[in-house]
């Protein structure tokens, strides 16, 4: 029993992670992404390239992180032949990112592989008597996700800017990631003001997909069972 309780502990304090990083995966791979950032923060005027030049260099870096070809190479047709795009600092700078994002994809995999685990190896042992342990543990490792988005969400919104740099200088050893916003492409296609939509949509999914667990897990949980009263002598 106690390592029962010892797992599902464990299995709350996961859950949050796998959301995060699965909200991290979906987020930074959708196109709708880079649409709304390249049109809201202007960067056609920033970097004097066209949204279809834009939205296709966007596609080269998403393939890029999700494969195994290095160095990053994103290239845009100029004058009828193919232009490198970013510099050699850019370029080592993203590849330092890429290795962020595999990291995030070895969490997000351990972290499933705990869940279906925890799942599997808790509904062969214990059968039927595992549910309620599983709901209780998917409804409370949801309102920590709900818990913990909200709170870190409210740390975005009220200086986005200190929380950004925070991260820089705590994720990476270098500081290839200072780049100059009037010669440096990257920084004109992705200011800060992009970064902070991209966090606030990866909050909001990540807040939806908890708030649904956690209410689906309550609603399916059965009520505990009142005592009756004794018998009166």
């Known amino acids: 029993m106690l390592l029962g309780k010892t797992a599902s502990i464990l299995a709350i304090a996961v859950l949050p992670v796998f959301l995060v990083t699965t909200g991290l995966r979906l987020v930074t791979n959708s196109p709708w992404l880079y649409q709304h950032g390249f049109s809201a923060y202007e960067a056609p005027s920033r970097t004097g390239l066209s949204m279809e030049q834009l939205l296709s260099a966007a596609e080269q870096t998403r393939r890029y992180f ?99 740099l925070q991260f ?27 970064f902070r939509d991209a966090t606030l949509a990866i909050g909001a999914l990540t807040l939806l997909a908890g708030g649904v667990l956690a209410g689906l897990a309550g609603a399916a949980r059965p009520p505990a069972s009142i005592p009756k009263a004794p018998d009166p002598a």
């Open 66 to 164: 999700n494969s195994e070809e290095e160095p990053l190479r994103v290239t845009i047709e100029r004058g009828g032949e193919a232009v490198q795009l970013y510099n050699e600092r850019e370029v080592a700078h993203m590849a330092d990112v890429k290795g962020l994002f595999r990291l995030a994809r070895r969490v997000e995999e351990l972290s499933s592989g705990y869940l279906l685990g925890f799942m599997g190896l808790g509904l062969w042992l214990l059968k039927r008597r595992f549910l309620v342990m599983l709901l209780d543990t998917l409804m409370q490792g949801g309102l920590v996700t709900v818990g913990l988005v909200l709170l870190v969400g409210a740390g975005a919104l009220l200086d986005f800017d200190r929380l950004f």
């Open 168 to 194: 820089h200088l705590v994720t990476f050893t270098n500081d290839l990631w200072q780049l100059n916003p009037h010669t440096d492409r990257l920084i004109q296609m992705y200011p800060a003001e992009f």
